[in-house]
Nanobody
Framework: QVQLLESGGGLVQAGGSLRLSCAAS????????MGWYRQTPGQERERVAT????????SYADSVKGRFTISRDNAKNTVYLQMNSLKPEDTAIYYC???????????????WGQGTQVTVSS
């Protein structure tokens, strides 16, 4: 069984910074890519940033370009999201996502973390 453990959320003032972490743990598995998504009450979940595991190619939502940076540590099966110049509109629950294939499995699966709250005060 695979688990995605998120951390780093909290309350921060506008203009401040937070660093989110997400570690994939469990038995052996292969990762295709990992990313961060966010969601506010009554709104659909939106992609924030993703990174491929092998090549490290990144992709960002237009709303966070230049402010957020996604990175990964392959040895630790961990993805990070450095969030700078935070704005009140960044307030949301941030979910970690991983596309991975567990050992002995034939198919790839999409895994989600439980979510971590990020609140930016104005």
């Amino acid at each position: 069984q695979v688990q995605l453990l998120e951390s780093g959320g909290g309350l921060v003032q506008a203009g401040g910074s937070l660093r989110l972490s997400c570690a994939a743990s469990g038995r052996t598995f292969s990762i295709s890519d990992m990313g961060w998504y966010r969601q506010t009450p009554g709104q659909e979940r939106e992609r924030v940033a993703t990174v491929t595991w092998s090549g490290g190619s990144t992709s960002y939502a237009d709303s966070v370009k230049g402010r957020f940076t996604i990175s990964r540590d392959n040895a630790k099966n961990t993805v990070y999201l450095q969030m700078n110049s935070l704005k009140p509109e960044d307030t949301a629950i941030y979910y970690c996502n991983a596309q991975l294939r567990p050992a002995a499995a034939a198919s790839w699966y999409s895994y989600w973390g439980q979510g971590t709250q990020v609140t930016v005060s104005s």
